[in-house]
């Protein structure tokens, strides 16, 4: 009776609290979010009713990042084997953390030995996604972007989004052939990707290779605009000898 008495009252002051988060969250009251984590922190520290506390602190992103890291990393303290609560929470840290410093705790995470293969799996998706921030931070022709693309290949050999990346890095760096190898590769893993088509045609028109450059923009030009102003682009050049 003790133990029904006792999950009767649990239930109760989880719905108190899903109706408080809806109530906050439905004025905008960002006090009475924080006020509702702090009230509640013995169940926050006990990893009971997870959800609330973790989507409290979503919706103090931007306002208040001391607070939301500091309840990020409770649940992940009170939260040991809550593999979604604790993938969420790892996600998330990218808004509140220096890369640096996600990348730590995703190390940590990872060192540990009860983690599930699927589990272990989506912590390479995060990592993979700092990463990925890291590149669109960038200026695009920084070193760093081929040191960043690299690694997440190292993890994801056949990722488009640093093999995209990548060629594009080559390309701004000035390293046609290169960048010609790669956008080549990806069109033709994907004929319907029009950003790698986009890529080529641009790289080819730099290594002065216009018939190939016209002949790739031709059949493109009605599903993306952007063929044909690089089309123009091309024929301007050439009426003006600068692709002679």
Known sequence: FVALETD?????????????????????NLEGLIELIRAHSDL?????????????ANELVGTNGQYVKETYMRLL????????????????LKSVLPPADTLVE??????RTDLEPK????????????????????????PEIERLATTILTLRPEDR??????AWWYFNRGQYEQAAQ??????????????????LANVL???KRVDEALALIEPLKVRDARFVALETDILMDIRTGMLL
């Open 8 to 28: 009767i009252l649990m239930d109760i002051r989880t719905g108190m609290l899903l109706a408080a988060l809806a109530q906050a969250k439905a004025a905008g």
């Open 182 to 199: 790669g956008f080549t590769t990806l069109a033709r893993r994907d004929p319907k990707d029009l950003d790698a088509s986009y890529g």
């Open 106 to 111: 995703l190390t940590h995470e990872e060192g």
């Open 205 to 207: 028109m730099k290594l």
């Open 119 to 142: 589990y272990r799996d989506q912590l390479v998706d995060i990592r993979i996604a700092v990463f990925q921030d890291q590149i669109a931070a960038a200026p695009p022709d920084a």
């Open 44 to 56: 926050l520290d006990r990893c009971q009713s997870p959800e609330v506390f973790f989507e409290a």
């Open 161 to 166: 989004g640093a093999l995209t990346s990548l």
């Open 77 to 92: 303290r009170a939260c040991h084997r809550k593999w979604d609560i604790r993938l969420g929470i790892l996600y998330a």
